[in-house]
C-alpha cells in the first residue's frame, strides 16, 4: 500500500506543471525514505529528478517500494483543483490500477476526491549521475530566471566559467553578447570551489526548461565543471527539491 498527504498543495502545482511540460507519463518511485519521479528526456540531454523526502509529508505509509506510472496532463489538471486550505492526499490502489487524488480542506474536513488511472509500465529507475562537480553556485530564484531569460535574447549556447574566484556566465552571437560576472554576496549567496578553473557550454534552450519550478523555490543551486553535465538544483517546500542535469556541448 501507499498512502501520503501533503500540506504544501499549492507548491506541488509547480511540481505537476514541471512532470507535465516534461513527459506524457508520470512514472513515480515511492520508497520508505522518498517520493520520487525520473525522466530522462528522448534525446538523453536532460535527467530530471523530483524528490519530496517522507519526512516533508504530514502522513507517509508505504510496506516495499511501489511503482505506478500516471498521465502527466491528467494528473497536473487535477492537482490545479487544490487551494492553499487543502491538504493533498495520496492513495494507490493497486488492485484497481488508480491513483487517488484527495483535497482536504484543513478548516473544514471537507474532502474532494478524484480518479487517475495507472499505466501497466515496467519499472526502470534511471540511475542519478554520480560525478564530482568542481563548482558550485547559489542564486536567488529571480536572479537565476532574469539570467537565463537574458541568454535566450542572445543566443544559443551559454558559457559558464569560474576563474579567479568569480562565475562568469556567457553567450554571443555575431552582433550580441551577454556577459554575467557574478562572487559571493553580489549576487551570489553562496559560491564555493575545488578547482582553479572551469569552463563547459550548455544548452540555453535546455537551460530555459529548466525555469517552470522557480516560483515554487527561494534559491537555485547550480554546479559545473569542465566539459561535465550542470547540475540545477531548486528548493521547493517542506524539504524537496527538483533536480535538473544537462548535458554539455562539448567542442
Known amino acids: 500500500m501507499f498512502r501520503a498527504s501533503y500540506t504544501a498543495t499549492t507548491k506541488f502545482k509547480y511540481i505537476a506543471q514541471t512532470i ?27 535527467l530530471t ?20 506510472v500516471v498521465s502527466s496532463d491528467e494528473l497536473n489538471k487535477i492537482v490545479k483543483r487544490g487551494t492553499r486550505n ?9 488492485e484497481k490500477n488508480q491513483l487517488k487524488v484527495i483535497f482536504r480542506n484543513k478548516k473544514t474536513g471537507i474532502e474532494r476526491s478524484f480518479i487517475v488511472e495507472t499505466k501497466p509500465r515496467t519499472m526502470e529507475k534511471i540511475p542519478e549521475p554520480q560525478l564530482e562537480l568542481g563548482v558550485t553556485a547559489r542564486f536567488v ?14 543566443g544559443e549556447e551559454a558559457l559558464f566559467q569560474y576563474k ?29 570551489a575545488t578547482v582553479e578553473q572551469a569552463r563547459a557550454k550548455y544548452s540555453v534552450g535546455l537551460l530555459e526548461t529548466t525555469l517552470k519550478p522557480v516560483q515554487a523555490s527561494k534559491f537555485v543551486t547550480v554546479s559545473f565543471d ?25 567542442e
Request: charged share 30%.
Open 49 to 68: 529528478i523530483v524528490k519530496i523526502p517522507s519526512i516533508a509529508f504530514e502522513e507517509y505509509e508505504v510496506d516495499e517500494e511501489k511503482f505506478f
Open 86 to 94: 487543502d491538504i493533498l492526499i495520496f492513495e494507490l490502489d493497486e
Open 20 to 46: 507535465a511540460k516534461l513527459t506524457d507519463e508520470a512514472p513515480f518511485y515511492a520508497t520508505l525514505d522518498a517520493l520520487e519521479v525520473r525522466i530522462l528526456s528522448p534525446d538523453k540531454t536532460t
Open 164 to 192: 579567479d574566484g568569480k562565475l562568469y556566465i556567457m553567450s554571443h552571437t555575431q552582433q550580441k553578447e551577454y556577459r554575467g560576472e557574478f562572487s559571493e554576496g553580489n549576487p551570489l549567496t553562496y559560491l564555493s
Open 141 to 154: 530564484a529571480d536572479d537565476y530566471k532574469h539570467i537565463i531569460r537574458d541568454l535566450k535574447i542572445i
Open 226 to 250: 569542465t566539459d561535465k553535465p550542470i547540475k540545477i538544483e531548486f528548493e521547493v517546500a517542506e524539504g524537496g527539491y527538483i533536480i535538473y542535469w544537462i548535458v554539455p556541448r562539448v
